[in-house]
């Protein structure tokens, strides 16, 4: 029996040993991990509102600089109305007043000495549909050489919507405007930072927004002839394109609470089950519901090739509970044979379980932290 008794202290002391070299190890990886992904996430957002700094992933273009005989046209938006939002389905509908104002004797905007672009909308929403445009005001100042068109915009842009780090997720709503036939050579924009703004009642639901906006010129790169006879199979031009970005955020900790409050409960209930006399009822019960809490998550993001943050943390608390439920298994069959615990067991077995409570806080702290730190 005192054998028995050894045997069982040195595998209790494998088991917390085990635990925590793997702890250890899996929170170092995953917190890194996120960090890297919440970073990665921001540098992608900063650079696409970079008008210095090309598209992460998409072809560069050919010069950042503005050619030297391009004209400027000045373009700005005021964002009325944001129709719906599907981050799932990666699409917005919004509303929004256009404008454009420029020397009518330096370039043909509007295309009215164009017979093959005559009574076109000058102007194309790129990655999306305009659902209507209805001419607002149109102002000609000939002794100041100004021309001024004015619309109302309805447009759908499908937008691809990083979900990393769901549910503290957050997004730019950028507005893509750009000449349907003059390219950059000929036209580049200029955004007017004076009267482009966003509605006060611009309201998305699930999100917050930024009083501030963004607005830059960039070039957009196109590096096809389309099967025009005209141009060389390696043809490559740029065309000016005016973005507005609004920056929309869910909160911190709060967010995280919401959605993870009944998942947080039932591995609380796990940790308590071996006081109660029949532990399994309550291990299964909290697995149940942290396999629910898997599907509700899944149902509310797109179909994506990466685990985003609420993934992780749920996925977390599915392997808290197994191991949990593993030991409940393996510790009776393994060490309690004789079916009495002294001192050392008890100990060994209460420090066991509060090390694996303490990593389950420690990993969801430091996950929520660099998420939200490095956003």
Same mark, same amino acid.
């Given at each position: 029996?005192?054998?028995?008794?050894?045997?069982?202290?040195?595998?209790?002391?494998?088991?917390?040993?085990?635990?925590?070299?793997?702890?250890?190890?899996?929170?170092?990886?995953?917190?890194?991990?996120?960090?890297?992904?919440?970073?990665?996430?921001?540098?992608?957002?900063?650079?696409?509102?970079?008008?210095?700094?090309?598209?992460?992933?998409?072809?560069?273009?050919?010069?950042?600089?503005?050619?030297?005989?391009?004209?400027?046209?000045?373009?700005?938006?005021?964002?009325?109305?944001?129709?719906?939002?599907?981050?799932?389905?990666?699409?917005?509908?919004?509303?929004?007043?256009?404008?454009?104002?420029?020397?009518?004797?330096?370039?043909?905007?509007?295309?009215?000495?164009?017979?093959?672009?005559?009574?076109?909308?000058?102007?194309?929403?790129?990655?999306?549909?305009?659902?209507?445009?209805?001419?607002?005001?149109?102002?000609?100042?000939?002794?100041?050489?100004?021309?001024?068109?004015?619309?109302?915009?309805?447009? +759908?842009?499908?937008?691809?919507?990083?979900? %990393? @780090?769901?549910? &503290?997720?957050?997004?730019?709503? #950028? *507005?893509? !405007?750009?000449?349907?036939?003059?390219?950059?050579?000929?036209?580049?924009?200029?955004?007017?930072?004076?009267?482009?703004?966003?509605?006060?009642?611009?309201?998305?639901?699930?999100?917050?927004?930024?009083?501030?906006?963004?607005?830059?010129?960039?070039?957009?790169?196109?590096?096809?002839?389309?099967?025009?006879?005209?141009?060389?199979?390696?043809?490559?031009?740029?065309?000016?394109?005016?973005?507005?970005?609004?920056?929309?955020?869910?909160?911190?900790?709060?967010?995280?609470?919401?959605?993870?409050?009944?998942?947080?409960?039932?591995?609380?209930?796990?940790?308590?089950?071996?006081?109660?006399?029949?532990?399994?009822?309550?291990?299964?019960?909290?697995?149940?519901?942290?396999?629910?809490?898997?599907?509700?998550?899944?149902? +509310?993001?797109?179909?994506?090739?990466?685990? %985003? @943050?609420?993934? &992780?943390?749920?996925?977390?608390? #599915? *392997?808290? !509970?197994?191991?949990?439920?593993?030991?409940?298994?393996?510790?009776?069959?393994?060490?309690?044979?004789?079916?009495?615990?002294?001192?050392?067991?008890?100990?060994?077995?209460?420090?066991?379980?509060?090390?694996?409570?303490?990593?389950?806080?420690?990993?969801?702290?430091?996950?929520?932290?660099?998420?939200?730190?490095?956003?």
């Amino acid at each position: 029996m005192f054998k028995n008794k050894k045997r069982s202290h040195v595998i209790l002391i494998f088991f917390l040993i085990s635990i925590l070299i793997s702890g250890i190890t899996f929170s170092y990886t995953i917190s890194i991990f996120i960090k890297d992904m919440a970073t990665n996430l921001s540098n992608t957002m900063k650079n696409t509102m970079d008008p210095n700094v090309p598209d992460t992933g998409k072809t560069a273009s050919e010069s950042f600089s503005v050619p030297p005989n391009s004209k400027k046209v000045t373009i700005g938006t005021y964002l009325e109305r944001i129709e719906d939002l599907n981050i799932k389905d990666s699409h917005w509908t919004y509303e929004f007043y256009l404008w454009f104002k420029w020397n009518p004797n330096e370039i043909d905007l509007l295309g009215e000495n164009d017979l093959s672009h005559k009574n076109e909308l000058p102007f194309t929403i790129v990655n999306g549909d305009i659902l209507k445009a209805d001419l607002v005001d149109r102002y000609s100042d000939s002794s100041n050489h100004i021309e001024y068109i004015q619309y109302f915009v309805k447009a +759908k842009s499908t937008q691809f919507f990083d979900v %990393s @780090l769901y549910p &503290i997720d957050k997004h730019d709503l #950028i *507005i893509p !405007i750009e000449h349907k036939w003059i390219d950059r050579k000929n036209l580049y924009f200029e955004p007017d930072t004076k009267d482009s703004k966003v509605s006060s009642r611009v309201m998305i639901n699930g999100y917050e927004k930024e009083n501030d906006i963004k607005l830059i010129e960039k070039p957009h790169a196109y590096k096809s002839a389309r099967g025009n006879p005209k141009f060389s199979s390696d043809y490559k031009t740029d065309f000016s394109q005016y973005r507005m970005a609004v920056r929309i955020y869910k909160g911190g900790f709060s967010v995280i609470l919401k959605l993870f409050l009944i998942l947080y409960i039932a591995v609380l209930v796990t940790f308590i089950a071996p006081f109660a006399p029949d532990p399994s009822r309550y291990t299964v019960g909290a697995l149940f519901t942290a396999a629910g809490g898997s599907y509700i998550i899944s149902s +509310k993001l797109p179909s994506t090739n990466i685990f %985003s @943050l609420a993934e &992780i943390i749920n996925s977390f608390c #599915i *392997i808290i !509970i197994v191991a949990m439920i593993a030991i409940f298994g393996i510790l009776p069959s393994l060490i309690f044979k004789d079916g009495v615990l002294d001192a050392f067991e008890k100990k060994m077995t209460m420090l066991i379980n509060l090390t694996m409570f303490l990593f389950f806080i420690l990993l969801n702290t430091l996950l929520i932290y660099f998420a939200i730190s490095y956003s």
